[in-house]
């Protein structure tokens, strides 16, 4: 499968153990942020996003959790399975002067999970 | 189903050889848009399209060229590739431009040039 990187930073986790992804943005004036998974051989997935206006949400075992003040995104995965083993990447949402609104991507944070 | 397709998956091609890598969904989106995926830069854009005739560059423009003449297609061009632009690069389309949640990205085309 396509490997997306060889540098990445890496979680290692037991199955059933509940993970959590960091993320740190740099745009104060992002409005959106999403969480993206992606699986060797696959582009991103969307998982989950949130507005700004918001500190948490949360989906189907994942809860994504805001902090404005310091610019940090995490992703919890609760009851992680061998199937969550993908790379992770934030993305923040730049609303620009034009209307158009730009997607800029963390690097990525590959979770390993092990029976 | 639902989806944006590339070609080739995989190419090795050598210096200065023209190249095109194919791009196509059909969900009748307006946006699409091309990333470029490399170790420890996470996925940098190259160009955009809002819609038919309407493009526009990202971030890492220099050589490459794209068109979109017709919706559903975005080929990304690359007139004479050379070796830094070994990468693996994504398509990804949507209704709402540039917004994250609507991207469907394609599963990726790794080009080596030699």
């Known amino acids: 499968g396509e490997s997306v990187g060889l540098h990445l930073p890496t979680l290692s986790v037991q199955e059933g153990d509940n993970s959590i992804i960091n993320c740190a943005y740099s745009?104060?004036?992002?409005?959106?942020f999403i969480w993206y998974k992606q699986e060797s051989g696959k582009g991103p997935q969307f998982i989950i996003d949130?507005?700004?206006?918001?500190d948490k949400r949360q989906g189907q075992r994942v809860t994504v959790l805001l902090n404005k003040t310091v610019k940090h995104l995490s992703l919890q995965i609760a009851a992680t399975q061998p199937g969550d083993s993908a790379v992770y990447f934030c993305?923040?949402?730049?609303?620009?002067?034009?209307?158009?609104?730009?997607?800029?991507f963390g690097t990525g944070t590959r979770l390993l999970v092990s029976p | 189903e639902a989806q944006v397709t590339q070609n080739p998956r995989y190419l090795i091609t050598v210096t200065g050889k023209k190249l095109t890598v194919t791009c196509s969904q059909n969900?009748?989106?307006?946006?699409m848009s091309w990333y470029r995926q490399d170790p420890g830069l996470g996925l940098r854009q190259i160009y955009y399209?809002?819609?038919?005739?309407?493009?526009d560059k990202g971030d890492v423009p220099e050589g490459y060229k794209v068109s979109r003449k017709e919706k559903r297609n975005f080929p990304l061009i690359l007139e004479s590739p050379s070796p830094n632009q070994t990468s693996l690069y994504f398509c990804?389309?949507?209704?709402?431009?540039?917004?994250?949640?609507?991207?469907?990205f394609g599963a990726g085309s790794r080009l080596t040039v030699l």
């Open positions: 990804a389309s949507s209704f709402t431009p540039g917004k994250g949640r609507a991207l469907t």
């Open positions: 745009n104060s004036a992002s409005d959106y």
């Open positions: 949130i507005r700004s206006n918001m």
């Open positions: 993305a923040e949402n730049i609303s620009m002067n034009t209307g158009f609104q730009k997607l800029v």
């Open positions: 969900m009748n989106h307006e946006y």
């Open positions: 399209s809002m819609n038919v005739e309407v493009t």
